[in-house]
């Protein structure tokens, strides 16, 4: 056993002469126990390292979740009817003035993206119609299309994985159109957009948008709500002529209209598409027959997605297979035709 050290020996007091001291001034109490500051507590441990691999980046997940959460904070906007009427007075001079103006738009919100996710964006503002009052998440979207494999990072180049896509997460109708938007395909898409659905239509895009030529090297979707018709005779009744546009005239709301004769195939310039997409807020007015020439020539993998290094999910067969003269119309579960 070790005994405890004995305190060390006090050498012997030297003599001290006294010394005069001054008067001591005693030290204030201390504060209550109350007033004094807490002692803090010591730091936490780091956490533990997580195990396994990072979850995947997907590309404007953050960014659209608080563009959706500003759409919900602002409720419906009036500004889609102002945004198509601003870009008709803007492109009035395009219109035949033979002919009177039939315009049927539905009320699409926007959605910007970031990365490739035209597709999937131009599918969440049609998710809008079909399952209101706001659709699906575009989070929701993004995950079912990463888990059954139709995507890598956000890239859609196959319409038939589209329609497979927008069945499971809106679980709404899909009729899949093949052989282009003209023939018989163009009567039933014109039928569609009157009725107020979407439709879901990949082309070439341009450098302001619009649908272009260029082999499917810019491949990009846009999502159709509207449709302008140029008639010989507007019927009557239940439309309604445009204070501030002549000769253009919207179906009366709450009142039964008698829908129009379609126009021609040969009538050139009588037929104009409202889309969006997500590169811009805006809605986009595009020529019937533009679309479709875009929609009819999309058969090439753009080479310079394919040296940049990144995976993309391209269907057997191409570009041409999954893209080419095709397009989704979609419709609400309980619509009856």
Known sequence: MISPCPPPEEP????????PQAPITPLPPPPPAS???????????????????????????????????????????????????RLLKLHKDRFRSDLQWILFCADLPSLIQEGPQCGLV????????????????????????????YTAQGEMFSVADMGKLAQEALGCQVEHLC???????????????????PLLIPY????????????????????SAGVLLGVQAVPSPGYAEDPELPGL????????????????DGSPGAVYLLSKQGKSWHY??????????????????????????R??????????AGLCGQALLLTPQDFSR
């Not at 990072?54 to 959460?69: I, T």
Request: aromatic share 6%; proline share 16%; with cysteine.
């Open 179 to 197: 052989g282009g938007l003209g023939g018989p395909n163009r009567a039933r898409v014109l039928q569609h957009l009157v009725s107020g659905h």
């Open 311 to 320: 995976a993309y999910v391209v269907p057997a067969g191409g570009v041409q």
């Open 35 to 85: 007033l004094q500051a807490p002692i803090p507590p010591p730091p936490l441990p780091p956490p533990p390292p997580v195990r396994g691999l990072a979850p995947p980046h997907v590309f404007g997940l953050e960014k659209s979740q608080l563009l959706k959460e500003a759409l919900e904070k602002a409720g419906p906007v009036p500004s889609s009817r102002d945004d198509v009427k």
């Open 249 to 264: 005239f919207h179906p009366a709301p709450s009142t039964l209209h008698q829908p129009p004769s379609l126009p021609e």
């Open 122 to 149: 131009a599918l969440w503002m049609a998710g809008t119609l079909l399952a209101p009052p706001s659709g699906i998440p575009l989070e929701k979207l993004v995950q079912v299309a990463m888990e059954r494999g």
């Open 12 to 19: 012997p007091a030297a003599p001290q002469t006294p010394v």
């Open 284 to 309: 986009q007015l595009w020529d019937y027959d533009q679309v479709r020439d875009s929609n009819l020539q999309l058969t090439d993998f753009s080479p310079s997605r394919a040296t940049d290094g």
């Open 204 to 223: 070439d895009e341009d450098f302001n948008h619009e649908p272009c030529q260029r082999k499917g090297h810019k491949a990009h979707w846009a999502v």
